[in-house]
């Protein structure tokens, strides 16, 4: 009753008696009504509140400017955010806030026909216009974007009509739409909320989306509340919020579940795969598995250390022994890979052998290399330097902190020590980009970004990739077919390329290919409906769920 008193903003005291009981009947009837009566502006049959989805994530969603990388987590990007064209469920380029697309036929210019019927959810209409200038923004931090192949291709964006937007390109570049439905950087921000001299490199006024669900609160440390875009031009999200707690650590996260102040788990890395296995064997849940959806690898550092050594990358690949990961670490829910990206992806089965697990094999390659197991030591040594490897990984990260403990047992049995260095999200990234690693995770990025966005990242410091290719000898040759690759209009020529490409990196053994991944998620059955995964491992179906 208090609840309905402070609802309606009751301050009179409370009578008492026949004439009390009769009063608070009458409000409580009053308010029951008023609760469920749908909002004032709702048609009969809209979408009215429905509950609120509770997710974590070990950081704040940060500000969200859909034109930069961290500390902006691109789920909560994909939330507020839309692209041109998108990822469909089967892998295929679709519409999003292009209806349709023309392509010239020397390949260079796209002209898009955009949807006449949406509004950034502050009301500002979405046009060619707004395009233009979201466009103009990205290609003015070009050197931030540089990792990606078509920003040294686009020679001009401009309006051909209210809702007609053209793209010129300086050259053919056919992953020109992948690029497109990137989760970013080419994602559309209101105009309102772009700063006053237009440049988003920096920062934004309030991130502000033509997406299904619009960012209202953060508490720093705590949570980020997402409530419902109701100006949103697609199917809204059934459910009328979604708050996205804090919680760094994934063995807090698996309690708050069981403790129900969270009741949705989504991700890589949320929850190890022991936790995962109880969790969805549990009276009431519901926990499923997707398919592949990219690699997890290990760089190792060509230019820095031991790893600079073909002979010790090459060891490596056979020290380790993938299936005792698979059955021990991810208990039979992944499959092993042998290559650094899945043969189903476009131009990626090329026909690669495999490094089997070899420990005879491994001690042969390091001992014939000068690495030996001096009398009295355990480690191996050369030249009086111990084979030790510093392997980087992201602290909080479930999945790579068993990985790595997995992996520094197995090659220590053959004299060859993994240093472990757990880090927090943005110094493990740090140090991708500056090359302080021997190893470190590299994971692939699935679709729509395999394999090229992930092979054109290669060519700039912008991730792992690049630091530890830096040694090969090879490196300006790989660099130039990462080059021609995306320019050739022949598919023949582009296949040969491709498979090139990716020998050298096998050969070379600058990746450790580890399993391919997939994601994971777990709800209570009588409270969530609807449940799916996304085609890509950045967005989260959070729209399509049904609170019960």
């Avoid at 669900?213 to 109701?230: A, C, H, I, P, Y």
Wanted: aromatic share 12%.
């Amino acid at each position: 009753m208090e609840f309905f008193m402070k609802r309606y903003n009751c301050r009179m005291q409370k009578p008492s008696g026949i004439f009390g009981a009769v009063f608070f009947a009458a409000v409580f009837v009053f308010a029951f009504l008023s609760c469920n009566k749908a909002p004032e502006g709702k048609a009969e049959g809209e979408t009215t509140d429905a509950g609120t989805i509770i997710y974590s994530h070990p950081s704040n969603v940060g500000p969200l400017n859909p034109h930069l990388y961290n500390p902006n987590q691109m789920f909560a990007q994909c939330m507020v955010y839309e692209a041109l064209i998108q990822l469909n469920d089967d892998g295929t380029i679709g519409p999003a806030l292009a209806e349709s697309w023309d392509i010239s036929e020397d390949g260079t210019v796209y002209t898009f026909h955009l949807r006449e019927d949406v509004q950034f959810s502050d009301g500002e209409p979405f046009n060619a216009e707004a395009a233009v200038l979201n466009f103009k923004a990205v290609m003015g931090n070009a050197a931030r974007h540089a990792w990606l192949g078509i920003m040294d291709k686009i020679e001009k964006c401009e309006a051909a009509g209210t809702y007609d937007f053209r793209l010129t390109l300086n050259a053919p570049y056919y992953p020109c739409l992948y690029d497109l439905a990137l989760p970013r950087p080419f994602t559309f921000l209101s105009p309102k909320s772009f700063p006053d001299d237009g440049d988003t490199s920096k920062d934004i006024k309030s991130p502000v989306g033509t997406g299904p669900w619009k960012l209202v609160e953060t508490k720093l440390g705590e949570s980020d509340l997402f409530e419902r875009n109701d100006l949103y031009w697609g199917e809204k999200p059934k459910a009328a919020r979604v708050l996205v707690k804090v919680i760094p650590d994934p063995v807090t996260r698996a309690l708050a579940f069981e403790a129900g102040d969270i009741n949705f788990i989504y991700g890589m890395g949320q929850v190890n795969y022991d936790t995962f296995n109880r969790l969805r064997n549990s009276e009431g849940v519901t926990g499923t598995i997707s398919g592949p959806l990219g690699t997890v690898n290990l760089a190792l550092n060509s230019g820095k250390g031991p790893t600079k050594e073909l002979a010790v990358r090459q060891a490596i690949q056979h020290l380790v022994n993938k299936e005792e990961i698979i059955r021990g670490v991810t208990l039979g829910t992944q499959i092993a890979a042998d290559t650094y990206f899945a043969p189903t992806i476009p131009y990626c089965d090329v026909g690669l052998k495999p490094y089997q697990y070899d420990g005879t094999l491994a001690a042969k390659i390091l001992d014939e290399a000068g690495w030996k197991i001096l009398p009295g030591k355990t480690i191996r040594e050369k030249n009086g330097t111990a084979l030790e490897i510093d392997f980087c990984f992201i602290g909080n990260d479930a999945a790579q902190k068993s990985i790595a403990e997995v992996l520094q047992g197995q090659v220590l049995k053959l004299g060859v020590s993994f240093n472990l260095v757990g880090e927090e999200e943005d110094s493990f990234y740090s140090r991708q980009k500056s090359g302080d690693f021997g190893m470190i995770f590299s994971d692939t990025w699935g679709p729509p970004y395999e394999p090229h966005a992930m092979v054109s990242s290669m060519l700039l410091p912008s991730h792992a990739d690049y630091m530890a290719q830096a040694g090969l000898p090879m490196k300006a040759e790989l660099d130039g077919k990462i080059r021609q690759v995306f320019v050739t209009t022949d598919v023949e020529e582009r296949s040969t390329l491709y498979k090139d490409i990716l020998t050298i990196l096998h050969e070379q053994a600058v990746y450790l290919p580890v399993y391919y991944m997939t994601m994971f998620e777990v709800h209570r059955t009588a409270e969530m409906r609807n449940v799916r995964f996304a085609p890509d491992v950045y967005h989260i179906s959070f729209g399509a769920i049904t609170l019960e």
